[in-house]
């Protein structure tokens, strides 16, 4: 059956969109992460334009990380103080990201952008979550314990603007969340992505939040920031289709609860090299597209607005 | 000498003419085509009815011999909008758009049939002065130059997204007075306003070119959220996330009742 989406302007097949929901749904339940990275360049390779798969990715994973940040809230596994600093980072974030993706929605180069991000944050994080898992496991073969190091004082303990943060027991300087924050707001308005891949881990290791507040903290910022995002999109270029969004957010949500059922049965670095297999795979293909020529290179379309592939 | 002989020549072109006064009727199935949220194309009879107003003096036998020199053309053009045609070229290893056109005044939508392929009974001159056939749609950039590669990019993104088609024979005449053709339009088709044009043609003249209007136009709820986002960005804006927020809200809490 056929449903025509009203900001796409095109109409495609509601089953394969529900698949792709679900897909996606269940891979991101399994793996603990967002799925923002795989669901956007999914759209663009079946034929959705990228910048309208972008905006309507943000909104679909403010409805994705909303009810997780509800449910770490009830545990008291978000630091709210912590995360308005990220929010503020990650609003003035997004307003750049958003305008830099309009001003080159304008002049046809947003497609490009949006793959060579992809091709760029996809690749680094792949890569290094595969060795590292590949490493863990080969330790773990060897029967080594890694050791536990007590934390040295670095180069962000230097930094001044230090903000107390009683929920994570931190005194630390506000520059490197606000920094933090505002790299996730541009990711999330270039890329459609909520930035969980790189926000836990900079709040793990560079800002050493308690691993408890870790995932709650960030999903409260990944909702706050990915409605920013759709709120900037919709009035700059109006690209974010609420029809889409929420046929792939129903069949998100029960992809992601088969999900989390499976991934409960499968261990820790298993899943990771999987997670890291499967990034890999997506950047190839997006690197692939942009290397290999292709079949027409003439794209035609209305004065301001990119082509539908 | 010569000029009484072109002057009794075109005396009795008159007077053909002024015999055979056609009449053209033609409709269209529907004058709106409706957008909805099942639409994947839509198909559209273009008919209508040749009435031959003949002389007295003519033998009715002569009128039905003249009668299957008629040909008729259908053509269905949105109204002419500007493109922007952008060009990939490979820059540092990647290909990217590099060099662009902006075309002005071009068909979103053009479709051409006709009873025979039109070299058979119109001449090249008459085609491409009226614009009919894809080689002759008019693609002239801001300084009113045609681009021939950028043009002939336009027609072949158009013919692949079935927005520029051209065929002939699909234009069914009918006891030398009907006539039909079925119009097959694409779910991509743009929004907007239409012309139906049809052209009757007798010995390499076209005598008669009757326009009938054509609206595409988005309803429903498709309209409505369509209207809205462009009409009141702000707001369509809120109202996203106000929709992710309840769905994520509520599909989280039906999953904790299920769990």
């Known amino acids: 059956m056929q449903i025509y989406l009203p900001i796409a302007e095109l109409s495609m097949n509601i089953f394969v969109l529900l698949a792709m929901g679900g897909g996606v749904g269940f891979l991101s339940g399994m793996f603990g992460v967002g799925g923002g990275f795989l669901m956007t360049p999914l759209l663009i390779f079946s034929g959705v334009p990228p910048a309208i798969a972008v905006a309507t990715e943000a909104n679909q994973i403010t409805a994705a990380s909303v009810s997780g940040a509800v449910a770490h809230w009830r545990r008291g596994g978000v630091d709210f103080k912590m995360g308005m600093v990220l929010i503020a980072g990650g609003v003035v974030g997004t307003y750049i990201g958003a305008l830099i993706f309009t001003y080159l929605r304008s002049i046809g180069q947003v497609d490009l952008m949006i793959s060579m991000a992809y091709v760029v944050f996809l690749g680094s994080i792949g890569s290094l979550m595969f060795v590292e898992s590949v490493r863990s496991i080969i330790r773990a073969r060897r029967g080594e314990v890694q050791k536990v190091v007590r934390r040295q004082r670095t180069w962000v ?25 505002a790299l996730v707001g541009v990711l999330a308005a270039i890329m459609g992505v909520g930035g969980g891949f790189i926000m836990v881990p900079a709040m793990i290791y560079l800002l050493h939040m308690p691993t408890n507040v870790v995932i709650g903290t960030s999903l409260f910022q990944i909702t706050f920031v990915t409605a920013a995002a759709t709120y900037l999109h919709s009035i700059n270029t109006q690209t974010v289709d609420v029809v889409l969004a929420v046929i792939l957010l129903t069949a998100a949500v029960i992809g992601a609860q088969i999900g989390a059922v499976f991934g409960a049965k499968l261990k820790g670095e298993q899943l990771r090299i999987l997670l890291a297999g499967m990034v890999l795979l997506v950047c190839m293909k997006m690197a692939f597209d942009l290397v290999v020529q292709p079949e027409e290179l003439f794209t035609v379309s209305a004065i301001g607005v990119e082509a539908a592939h | 000498m010569y000029r009484k ?13 002024t015999a055979y006064a056609e009449t053209l009727v033609t409709d269209l199935s529907q004058n709106q085509i409706q957008i909805t949220s099942q639409f994947a194309g ?30 008729i053309i259908v053509v269905v053009q949105s109204e002419p909008r500007d493109l922007i045609i952008r060009k990939k070229e490979k ?17 979103g939508y053009y479709v051409i049939d006709s009873t025979r392929p039109l070299d058979e009974f119109l001449s090249p001159l008459d085609q491409r002065t009226l614009g009919l056939g894809l080689k002759n749609i008019k693609v002239t950039n801001e300084n009113d130059i045609e681009v021939e590669e950028y043009k002939e990019a336009l027609i072949r993104n158009m013919v692949s997204k079935r927005l520029y088609q051209e065929a002939s024979g699909n234009v069914i005449v009918k006891d030398e007075i009907l006539f039909r053709a079925n119009l097959d339009f694409p779910s991509n ?3 907007g306003k239409y012309k139906a044009d049809v052209y009757l043609v007798r010995d390499g003249n076209i005598i008669i070119k009757h326009s009938t209007d054509l609206l595409v136009d988005k309803i429903g709820i498709e309209r409505l959220i369509y209207n809205f986002a462009h009409e009141f960005p702000p707001f369509y804006g809120i109202l996203a996330v106000i929709v992710a927020i309840t769905a994520g809200l509520f599909s989280g809490f039906v999953a904790r009742k299920v769990a």
């Open chain 1, 157 to 181: 303990d230097a930094l001044p603007f230090k903000m107390r943060f009683r929920k994570s027991k931190m005194y630390v300087s506000v520059i490197l969340p606000l920094a933090i924050g």
């Open chain 2, 5 to 17: 002989a072109i002057a009794s020549l075109s005396m009795s072109i008159f007077m053909i003419v």
């Open chain 2, 42 to 71: 839509s198909q559209l009879l273009l008919f209508g009815a040749l009435e031959r107003h003949a002389a007295e003096s003519i033998q009715t036998d002569e009128i039905s011999v003249q009668g299957l020199d008629y040909d």
């Open chain 2, 91 to 107: 820059v540092a290893g990647i290909w990217i758009n590099n060099q662009n056109e902006i075309v002005r005044d071009v068909p």
């Open chain 2, 189 to 191: 088709m743009p929004v």
